[in-house]
């Protein structure tokens, strides 16, 4: 079984900067390729960004290429979002998520585990 533990979301104000963490334990953390989505309130549940099991391969939203960087330490079972220049329609609870092995994927339906969320919320 696979327990993921996202942290570090808070209030922020427009233009701040955030970094969201994700704690994984389980099972091999290393080999499988890793994701963050978020739900807005009243939205449906949508695709930040996701990586690849070794880290170097990266996908993105267009709604936040530029402004935020998902990373991996495999050697801490952590995966991060760094999150610049934060926007009030960024506010939504951000989760995250184990994907399939090794090869990062933007579709929510290959993820088959998720963690409780974290909730960030910018305001103007």
């Known amino acids: 079984q696979v327990q993921l533990v996202e942290s570090g979301g808070r209030l922020v104000q427009a233009g701040e900067s955030l970094r969201l963490s994700c704690a994984a334990s389980g099972r091999a953390f290393s080999i499988h390729a890793m994701g963050w989505f978020r739900q807005a309130p009243g939205k449906e549940r949508e695709f930040v960004a996701a990586?690849?099991?070794?880290?170097?391969?990266?996908y993105y939203a267009d709604s936040v290429k530029g402004r935020f960087t998902i990373s991996r330490d495999n050697a801490k079972n952590t995966l991060y979002l760094q999150m610049n220049s934060l926007k009030p329609e960024d506010t939504a609870v951000y989760y995250c998520a184990e994907g399939p092995l090794f090869r990062a994927t933007t579709e929510m339906n290959k993820y088959e585990y998720w963690g409780q969320g974290t909730r960030v919320t910018v305001s103007s």
């Open positions: 990586i690849n099991a070794s880290g170097s391969t990266r």
